[in-house]
């Protein structure tokens, strides 16, 4: 059985490589040109950038919960911020609106984003919770910013909008509403950004709990970080069936990317909020970037935005 094969798991390490306390750290994206990890903290409304050479994090305060970042094509990045798509300039830190969604839903915020194969940026909202996973429910919506900023709406009544990726041949698109303890597939059309055909490709297990942020690996299996479930799992989308468990020492696991050398190592982000004192002592690396390496499998580079 693959999920128990000794030649996988023994050479399987788990190192933290940044003790952050990032209260909800999320959306890692690898920077190759930099050697670095971008990433966010959403409450605290802050991106940060780490250098794997230097080991240091750079920050960029924002005005609004911020809950993904992305590379952009041309250099500088892309966030969610609030409700608004926003160009952020590293340099002088400044965020400008490139587009706003949600405008009659004053409580809501985006959450996970991620740019698609012909460089639009995907993201989705939510309400704001008032507790982990605790939330007016149906008020979040799919959304994607198009490369002349214009936006398109997918769909609506999404609890909270997470994990987003695409097949290696761009034909399937596959999302995760946490809430739905599902991971759902579409099929997908590039040209036009179109989403059709919903179905379920993996329902989690009880003990997997919340599934969060999601990335595709180089022979195409999804890889999901579990929410309260201290994990990421590997899901074969095509059979349904779960391939790999990788636990961490951490259990708000919220998202994960490939990165490094030939984006040969695995990156996840974590969260403290939520967490009782005593299991906060227990888990001090909560809130920090883990390191994953000797998974045997590469991820492939994030597409930028094209805008
Ligand atoms: O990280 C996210 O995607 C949300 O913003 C978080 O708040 C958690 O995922 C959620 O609480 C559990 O589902
Ligand atoms: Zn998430």
Same mark, same amino acid.
């Given at each position: 059985?693959?999920?128990?094969?000794?030649?996988?798991?023994?050479?399987?390490?788990?190192?933290?490589?940044?003790?952050?306390?990032?209260?909800?750290?999320?959306?890692?994206?690898?920077?190759?040109?930099?050697?670095?990890?971008?990433?966010?903290?959403?409450?605290?409304?802050?991106?940060?950038?780490? /250098? #794997? =050479? &230097?080991?240091? @994090?750079?920050?960029?305060?924002? +005005?609004?919960?911020?809950?993904?970042?992305?590379? $952009?094509?041309?250099?500088?990045?892309?966030?969610?911020?609030?409700?608004?798509?926003?160009?952020?300039?590293?340099?002088?830190?400044?965020?400008?609106?490139?587009?706003?969604?949600?405008?009659?839903?004053?409580?809501?915020?985006?959450?996970?984003?991620?740019?698609?194969?012909?460089?639009?940026?995907?993201?989705?909202?939510?309400?704001?919770?008032?507790?982990?996973?605790?939330?007016?429910?149906?008020?979040?919506?799919?959304?994607?910013?198009?490369?002349?900023?214009?936006?398109?709406?997918?769909?609506?009544?999404?609890?909270?909008?997470?994990?987003?990726?695409?097949?290696?041949?761009?034909?399937?698109?596959?999302?995760? /509403? #946490? =809430? &739905?303890?599902? @991971?759902?597939?579409?099929?997908? +059309?590039?040209?036009?950004?179109?989403?059709?055909? $919903?179905?379920?490709?993996?329902?989690?297990?009880?003990?997997?709990?919340?599934?969060?942020?999601?990335?595709?690996?180089?022979?195409?299996?999804?890889?999901?970080?579990?929410?309260?479930?201290?994990?990421?799992?590997?899901?074969?989308?095509?059979?349904?069936?779960?391939?790999?468990?990788?636990?961490?020492?951490?259990?708000?696991?919220?998202?994960?990317?490939?990165?490094?050398?030939?984006?040969?190592?695995?990156?996840?982000?974590?969260?403290?909020?939520?967490?009782?004192?005593?299991?906060?002592?227990?888990?001090?690396?909560?809130?920090?970037?883990?390191?994953?390496?000797?998974?045997?499998?590469?991820?492939?580079?994030?597409?930028?935005?094209?805008?």
């Amino acid at each position: 059985h693959p999920e128990s094969s000794p030649l996988t798991m023994s050479s399987i390490k788990i190192e933290c490589v940044l003790r952050e306390n990032c209260r909800c750290g999320e959306s890692p994206v690898w920077e190759e040109a930099s050697n670095s990890l971008l990433f966010v903290d959403i409450p605290a409304e802050k991106v940060c950038r780490w /250098d #794997s =050479l &230097s080991k240091r @994090v750079q920050q960029v305060t924002v +005005d609004a919960p911020v809950s993904s970042v992305a590379l $952009r094509q041309g250099g500088g990045y892309v966030a969610t911020v609030g409700t608004k798509f926003c160009a952020l300039n590293w340099e002088d830190q400044s965020a400008v609106t490139l587009a706003t969604v949600d405008k009659d839903k004053k409580n809501n915020r985006f959450n996970d984003g991620k740019v698609d194969p012909a460089g639009r940026y995907f993201a989705g909202t939510m309400a704001e919770e008032t507790a982990p996973a605790v939330l007016e429910r149906h008020q979040g919506s799919l959304y994607s910013l198009f490369p002349d900023h214009h936006v398109e709406k997918y769909f609506d009544q999404v609890d909270i909008s997470n994990g987003l990726d695409w097949s290696l041949d761009h034909k399937i698109f596959y999302y995760i /509403d #946490s =809430l &739905s303890y599902s @991971v759902d597939a579409f099929d997908y +059309d590039l040209q036009t950004g179109k989403i059709t055909n $919903r179905r379920s490709i993996y329902k989690l297990e009880k003990e997997e709990q919340i599934p969060d942020g999601m990335c595709i690996d180089a022979e195409g299996k999804l890889w999901v970080a579990c929410y309260n479930g201290g994990r990421v799992i590997r899901l074969d989308p095509e059979t349904g069936k779960r391939l790999q468990t990788v636990k961490l020492p951490v259990v708000k696991t919220t998202s994960c990317c490939f990165g490094g050398k030939d984006y040969s190592e695995m990156y996840v982000t974590c969260a403290r909020d939520g967490m009782d004192p005593e299991v906060l002592l227990q888990q001090p690396e909560a809130g920090g970037i883990f390191k994953i390496t000797g998974l045997g499998v590469k991820g492939i580079p994030p597409y930028p935005y094209a805008g």
